[in-house]
């Protein structure tokens, strides 16, 4: 049996396996390469039987999302490293070979991203993970290369290895021992911000993640659910309020999730004033359906270590009102 498996999780995406199934296959010989199929109603089954015979199809019983789409396919998968890719990601050229000796070399090290840069315009990152994610104290996630809606061009300042906070679920690298450990993605969260959450799970048990930059993969980005969709909008702000209430010290508890969700109303009345009423909307949603489970969500916290979880106090400050649109090393 290979050591790395790469699965691919598909809805629907009989387009996009036909444009970057063949580079996945291409460049990455060493692995075993998966399709775990959320119960498609196009030709994606058809399409990889017929064309792709050495794929292995794992076929869920219905669109279970990111979260539990992944959990339910690699109950049957294996291989030592979950290589987990986008449907909308193209490889390049030994991408995975610095991934898996960075994990031989380093057992403590258990979940690892590639640089993730733009397929529309690839001399720049992709919002999906760019360099490496941190997050601030009130949760909210920023990469280096991306702060917000700010793009860095791919210079070079990030070809390095370094450890890091949350790794992007576009090409995420886990252990599988690790992944188990962890009960996997939170089934609940459907989409969005899951792979933050199982990021912070992980370092609340001394887990170490890291970005490595001699790893390049090309991410389309919103194939799956547009960025100017309100339910985008839902997804984000309620799985970050659940993120935060499972993780969050118990000290900083309540009062950062306060003011989180006040600089959520911010948000929102922002969305308002941008003629972008059901972004309202869909906060408003997402903080109703929030204060309905709480209790719920209470109930999934662990024990919770004490030290810090971010590297900057709030990255809302640095980047609206001290214009800090890059990232910075004094962070």
């Given at each position: ?7 691919i999780l ?11 199934l ?7 010989p060493?692995?075993s390469i998966?399709v775990?199929d959320?119960?498609s109603?196009?030709?994606s089954?058809e399409y ?15 669109n ?20 987990l ?20 070399n ?36 920023f ?6 809606e ?21 090409c995420?690298f ?16 459907f989409?969005?911000q ?10 609340n ?5 890291k970005?490595?930059g ?13 960025a ?19 993780n ?15 600089l ?7 969305f ?10 869909a906060?408003?949603s ?44 004094n962070?």
């Open positions: 049996m290979k050591k790395t498996a790469v699965v598909n809805w629907n995406g009989v387009k996009l396996l036909e444009q970057f063949p580079s996945v296959i291409q460049h990455s060493e692995a998966y775990a959320n119960a109603t196009d030709t089954v990889i039987k017929t064309h792709f015979p050495s794929v292995t199809i794992i076929e869920n019983t219905a279970f999302g990111f979260a539990k789409g992944y959990n339910e396919a690699l109950r049957f998968v294996e291989e030592d490293i979950y290589a890719v986008n449907s909308d990601i193209e490889v390049t050229e030994n991408w995975l070979q610095p991934i898996v000796t960075l994990f031989d380093e057992p403590e090290t258990a979940i690892i991203q590639p640089k993730i840069l733009d397929y529309k315009n690839k001399d720049y990152f992709e919002y999906a993970g760019a360099a490496g994610g941190f997050i601030d104290k009130y949760g909210f996630p990469c280096r290369g991306r702060i917000f700010t793009i860095e061009k791919d210079n070079g300042q990030y070809n390095d290895t370094i450890e890091i906070f949350w790794a992007s679920g576009a995420f886990i252990r599988k021992e690790v992944y188990r450990e962890l009960k996997g993605f939170d089934d609940d969260f989409a969005h899951e792979e933050i959450d199982l990021c912070w799970r992980a370092f048990k001394g887990h170490i993640i970005y490595c001699t790893s390049t993969v090309y991410h389309v980005g919103g194939a799956t659910l547009e100017g969709n309100p339910r985008k909008t839902f997804l984000n702000f309620r799985n970050s309020a659940w993120m935060m209430l499972k969050l010290p118990v000290s900083q508890l309540f009062p950062v999730l306060f003011i989180r969700m006040s959520d109303g911010i948000a929102g009345i922002r308002l004033f941008q003629g972008k009423p059901k972004h309202l909307w906060i408003l997402a903080h109703f359906y929030f204060y309905f489970h709480i209790f719920k969500f209470l109930g999934k916290r662990e024990g919770i270590p004490s030290k810090n979880y971010f590297k900057i106090n709030s990255i809302v400050y640095r980047y609206f009102l001290k214009n800090g649109k890059v990232f910075d090393t962070f």
